[in-house]
C-alpha cells in the first residue's frame, strides 16, 4: 500500500492569523468593528428604538421634520420625521446580509470552476476561460437595472446579479494557484497511486487554496456592501427593505442632501466604518496567503 505525503505547514493557517492580529494593530480593531457591526446586524430589531417607517410627532402637535440630533433621536429625523437611527441600525442587517451571502455565493462558484479549470487544463480550461471572458463583458450597474426593470426591484435581484457577475474574479484567481499546486509530486503521486480526479481536487487541492479563497470572500463581502448601496443610492435597490444606500437615496432625491447633514453622514460613516473593518481583517488574511507579508 502507498503512503502519500503532503507538506504541512508548521502553522496552520488559523494560528498564522491569530499571530498576525497580535501584532497588527489595525487588523484587530477591523476584527473588533467586524464583530460589533455583526452583533448590531444579529439583534438590528431589538436595538433599534423605533420602526424604520414611524412618524415622530411633538407632543403639542406637528411632525418633528428635519430635528438634529437630540437624546431622543441621536441621529436626527427626515423630512417626514422619522428616525434616521433607527434605520442607521437596520440597514446594518441588510448590508451584512447582501455581503455575506453573495459573497459565499461567488466564492463557492468562483472556486469550483476555477479548481475544475486549473486541475483538467486544455480544452475543459480553455472553455471555461472564455465562459469568465464573457462574463468579464457584462457592465454590472446596467445588467443591475435591467434586471431590475424585468424582475421588479429586490434585494435579491441585488445578490443575485453581485453573484452572477463576481465569480468571474474568484475563479481566475482560484485557477491560477491550482495551476501551479498541480504539478506538485504529492499530486502526482497520487495520480500515479490511483486517486480518482474528485479525491485530488478534495483531499488534496482544495485545502490548499482555502486561505485564498477566504481572502478573496473578504474582498467580495466589501464589493457586494458597497454594490447594494450603490444600486440602491440609484433608486433599483428594494424600497420595502431599510438599507443604506436607500436612506442616501432619500436623503438626495428630497433635496435636503446640504441642509441636513445628519441625514448624510450616519449611513454614509456606517459604510465606510463596514468596509475598513472588513478591508483590515482581509489585510491580516494576506499573511496567511503569502508568507512574505509576515514579516513586514
Known amino acids: 500500500m502507498k503512503i502519500i505525503t503532503r507538506h504541512v505547514n508548521k502553522q496552520s493557517s488559523f494560528q498564522v492569523f491569530l499571530a498576525n492580529l497580535k501584532q497588527d494593530r489595525l487588523a484587530l480593531f477591523g476584527v473588533v468593528l467586524l464583530v460589533a457591526f455583526?452583533?448590531?446586524?444579529?439583534?438590528?430589531?431589538?436595538?433599534?428604538?423605533?420602526?424604520?417607517?414611524?412618524?415622530?410627532?411633538?407632543?403639542?402637535?406637528?411632525?418633528r421634520r428635519?430635528?438634529?440630533p437630540s437624546w431622543e433621536?441621536?441621529?436626527?429625523?427626515?423630512?417626514?420625521?422619522?428616525?434616521?437611527f433607527s434605520q442607521v441600525i437596520l440597514g446594518t442587517r441588510t448590508a451584512l446580509m447582501v455581503g455575506f451571502l453573495a459573497a459565499l455565493l461567488v466564492t463557492i462558484v468562483g472556486s469550483v470552476i476555477g479548481i475544475i479549470a486549473g486541475y483538467f487544463g486544455g480544452w475543459v480550461d480553455s472553455m471555461l476561460m472564455r465562459i469568465v471572458d464573457f462574463f468579464y463583458a457584462i457592465p454590472f450597474i446596467p445588467f443591475v437595472?435591467?434586471?431590475a426593470a424585468v424582475l421588479q426591484p429586490s434585494i435579491w435581484n441585488i445578490i443575485?446579479?453581485?453573484?452572477?457577475?463576481?465569480?468571474r474574479t474568484v475563479a481566475r484567481i482560484v485557477r491560477s494557484?491550482?495551476?501551479?499546486?498541480s504539478q506538485r509530486p504529492y499530486i502526482k503521486a497520487a495520480r500515479v497511486a490511483g486517486a480518482g480526479h474528485l479525491r485530488i481536487m478534495v483531499r488534496y487541492i482544495l485545502p490548499n487554496v482555502i486561505p485564498l479563497v477566504l481572502l478573496e470572500m473578504a474582498f467580495m463581502v466589501n464589493?457586494?456592501?458597497?454594490a447594494e448601496a450603490s444600486v440602491s443610492f440609484l433608486g433599483f435597490g428594494d424600497p420595502r427593505v431599510t438599507s443604506w444606500g436607500q436612506i442616501l437615496h432619500i436623503n438626495f432625491i428630497s433635496g435636503y442632501s446640504r441642509q441636513a447633514w445628519w441625514w448624510t453622514?450616519?449611513?454614509g460613516m456606517a459604510i465606510v466604518l463596514l468596509l475598513l473593518s472588513i478591508f483590515f481583517v482581509a489585510r491580516s488574511l494576506e499573511a496567511v496567503v503569502d508568507p512574505r507579508l509576515r514579516k513586514r
Open 38 to 63: 455583526v452583533f448590531v446586524g444579529v439583534f438590528s430589531e431589538q436595538l433599534a428604538p423605533h420602526g424604520p417607517r414611524d412618524r415622530h410627532s411633538h407632543p403639542e402637535g406637528g411632525i
Open 66 to 68: 428635519l430635528e438634529s
Open 73 to 84: 433621536h441621536p441621529f436626527g429625523t427626515t423630512d417626514v420625521g422619522r428616525d434616521i
Open 145 to 147: 437595472i435591467v434586471l
Open 160 to 167: 443575485l446579479a453581485v453573484s452572477l457577475l463576481s465569480w
Open 177 to 181: 494557484q491550482v495551476l501551479s499546486i
Open 223 to 226: 464589493w457586494a456592501i458597497m
Open 265 to 267: 453622514i450616519p449611513p
